[in-house]
C-alpha cells in the first residue's frame, strides 16, 4: 500500500465523516468538518513544505 501523506489522509477522513454527518442530514456539522479538514490539511502541507526546506 503507498504511503499517503498525513495532509491527504487528514482530508479524505474529514470529507468521509462529512458524508456521514450529511446522509444524517446535519448539514451545518458537515461543513465545519470539511472546513476544518481543510485548514488542517493546509496546515499540514505547509508544514512539510518547510521541513523540505530546512534540509
Known amino acids: 500500500m503507498e504511503n499517503f501523506p498525513k495532509y491527504y489522509t487528514r482530508l ?3 470529507i468521509t465523516d462529512a458524508l456521514k454527518a450529511m446522509e444524517e442530514q446535519n448539514y451545518i456539522k458537515a461543513q465545519d468538518i470539511l472546513i476544518r479538514a481543510q485548514q488542517d490539511a493546509e496546515e499540514m502541507y ?3 513544505g518547510d521541513d523540505e526546506e530546512t534540509e
Open 12 to 14: 479524505f477522513n474529514g
Open 46 to 48: 505547509l508544514d512539510d
